[in-house]
């Protein structure tokens, strides 16, 4: 399609094609610096068009469907969380990259991390997605958030990564848990 991703581009992430890959970060990298990224439709040109006819993410593509090997998944995958991981260090594109976190796929509105937590071997990839900003709570069409599917242990390593204690007064059992999730 003109306006997102080309059916050549689909079948490269699809098949975890380094190249394809690197092609679609350079189109993430320019959406990521626009002025005016204030939407989801700003997105639009790093999503394409899938066999249902429905709107799909460039980062759904490279979680569950690729078709290529498991190493070449598994690499395809580590770039663009790399990738994600080194701009979010900047403030500004920490909060555009939890809104690429928040994209759907049109049809059933899963997010990239309601497709990871149906995957067991895909945990550290969990943990990463997470902690760049995917929203556990959001719902797809039929109401289930990510915690369904999620491993409980990857859920428990990254609250505890989250939180700090606060003693309060001199009474140690007297105390405030606080999480912090920027």
């Not at 394409?48 to 995958?77: R, T, W, Y």
């Not at 309601?114 to 760049?132: D, G, Q, S, V």
Request: proline share 3%.
């Amino acid at each position: 399609s003109a306006w997102g991703l080309s059916e050549e581009e689909m079948q490269g992430l699809k098949q975890a094609n380094v190249n394809t890959i690197n092609q679609i970060l350079k189109k993430l990298d320019t959406v990521l610096a626009l002025d005016d990224l204030n939407s989801i439709s700003s997105f639009a040109p790093i999503t394409g068009i899938n066999e249902e006819g429905e709107n799909e993410p460039f980062l759904h593509m490279i979680m569950c469907k690729c078709s290529g090997s498991i190493v070449n998944s598994k690499i395809a995958i580590n770039m663009v969380l790399s990738f994600l991981e080194k701009k979010a260090s900047n403030g500004i594109l920490k909060e555009r990259i939890k809104m690429l976190m928040s994209l759907t796929e049109s049809g059933k509105g899963q997010t990239v991390l309601h497709l990871a937590a149906t995957k067991k071997e895909k945990n550290t990839e969990i943990l990463r997605l997470l902690n760049l900003g995917a929203d556990i709570t959001m719902k797809n069409a039929y109401g289930a958030t990510p915690l369904v599917d999620m491993d409980s242990e990857v859920l428990e390593d990254f609250l505890y990564s989250k939180w700090t204690y606060e003693p309060k007064d001199t009474n140690p059992s007297d105390f405030i848990i606080k999480f912090d999730f920027s």
